[in-house]
Structure formats: C-alpha cells, structure tokens
C-alpha cells in the first residue's frame, strides 16, 4: 500500500516568513495529492490539491509543487500569519473511475508562527 | 457546499459496551464514506471504506468483527465500536466524496468527528 512520509514533525517561523512542508510518497500510482489544515479538535479543511498531470498549483498565499519522478510534494504558505497556525496533513490518493478510495495521510507538521 | 455531520460529537463509555456513530451527508449523496481513526498529536489512519448498498472495505489491521460498518442509504453510514476497551478511545472521523456534484470528485468533505473515551 501506500506509504506518505511528512518533514517536519514541527515548523516554528516568524510572522511574515515563509514555511514549506515537505513529503514523500512511495506508490507510483498515487495521483492525487490533496493538504489539510487541521486546527485543535477540529475536522481536517482541504486548502489546496494538485493532480499528477500539474507541476504547482498557487492559491494566494499557498501553493503545492509536485516531482513525480522523485515522489515528492511540498507545501509553500508566504507571508505567514498567526491563523496560519495549526496542524498540516499531506495525503495521497489513487484516483479510480469508482471513486472509491480512501487517503493515505502523512504524520502532520505541527505550524507555529510566532509574532 | 458539500456538508457531513457526525453523531455523537462526543461519547464516554464503558468497558465492554458498544458504541454506535453515525455519519450523514446532508445536501448530498454519498454512494462512499470514509471512516478514519485520529489518536491524539497523531496523523488520521484510514479504517474502512463504506459502500452503500454492500459490504465494507476494511484497512490490514482493522478488525471487521470489532468495528461494524453499515452504509444504509446514500446519506448515512454508521460505525459501531463492539465492545469498546480503553484502547480505543480516540477521535473518529468520517468524510465523504460527493460524486454526482459537478465540481472534483476527488473532494473529500470531513465530518465534525466523534471523541469516543472508553473507561
């Protein structure tokens, strides 16, 4: 099965500074790869995803890159800001006609910004 | 947009009882739900997939026999925790695709989740 592996445990940055979050994936047919932010005791809010056939994709402040020939994702927030802070999941998915599969999640990065 | 609610928000029990938690779409059909398990500062682990209609997909590891599964209708599916012990109190969670609407289908929306405490 898929394996997503997530760095750093925790991210500590200045308000304003940049922070980027990096994983890893092991199966070859993931294609989607979606990040959640997840705030203490609250359910996972998707706030950004990119398929297979796309290199980056940006939304404001966020952006993911994706190198699939090196199975890697990373997650770009610029201009860092105190909501920002919260807990980050990468996942990884096999997009299928059936639609129906679940995500593998990383371990999570643990953000903090700090005023 | 797309909305999942789950229920109970949060439940406390003893050991060897079980524990029924629903999980609704709410102005969507979802022929597939999700149910995850969150222990604290950890990551979401998947546990099942529920199709409704037929039987569960189970994760390696999960044991069908302990955690039920029932995707009833295309709104609701249900997770109940058979004789629940104090290892698995944790933070159980559900999302749904919704798969007729006409934005990503890759979409999944997450439930509010259920805090389960076994004592």
């Known amino acids: 099965g898929e394996n997503v592996e997530q760095h750093p445990s925790t991210l500590s940055v200045q308000e304003g500074d940049s922070a980027v979050i990096k994983c890893t994936y092991s199966?070859?047919?993931?294609?989607?790869f979606p990040w959640y932010k997840q705030e203490l005791g609250k359910r996972p809010q998707l706030i950004i995803d990119?398929?297979?056939?796309?290199g980056e994709k940006k939304d404001q402040r966020i952006a993911v890159t994706l190198n699939k020939t090196a199975k890697h994702f990373s997650l770009h927030i610029t201009e860092t800001q105190p909501e920002d802070s919260a807990v980050y999941f990468c996942?990884?998915?096999?997009?299928?006609?059936?639609?129906?599969?679940?995500?593998?999640f990383g371990k999570g990065t643990h953000l903090i910004i700090q005023p | 947009g797309a909305v999942v609610s789950q229920h109970p928000s949060w439940v406390i029990c003893k050991s060897g009882t079980s524990v029924k938690i629903e999980c609704r779409s709410l102005?969507?059909?979802?022929?597939?739900m999700f149910w995850y398990r969150q222990f604290p500062k950890q990551s979401l682990m998947l546990m099942a997939t529920?199709?409704?209609?037929?039987?569960?997909?189970?994760e390696q590891g999960v044991e069908k026999d302990k955690f039920l599964i029932n995707h009833a209708s295309l709104t609701l599916s249900t997770l109940t925790v058979t004789s629940a012990h104090p290892e698995d109190s944790s933070f159980y969670i559900c999302?749904?695709?919704?798969?007729?609407?006409?934005?990503?289908?890759?979409?999944?929306?997450f439930g509010p989740g259920t805090r389960l405490l076994v004592l």
């Open positions: 529920s199709n409704e209609g037929s039987k569960a997909t189970y």
């Open positions: 199966d070859s047919a993931s294609n989607y």
């Open positions: 996942a990884a998915m096999q997009l299928s006609g059936g639609g129906a599969d679940g995500l593998t």
């Open positions: 999302s749904a695709r919704d798969l007729l609407a006409g934005g990503p289908i890759e979409t999944q929306y």
């Open positions: 990119i398929r297979s056939n796309v």
């Open positions: 102005d969507f059909q979802a022929t597939t």
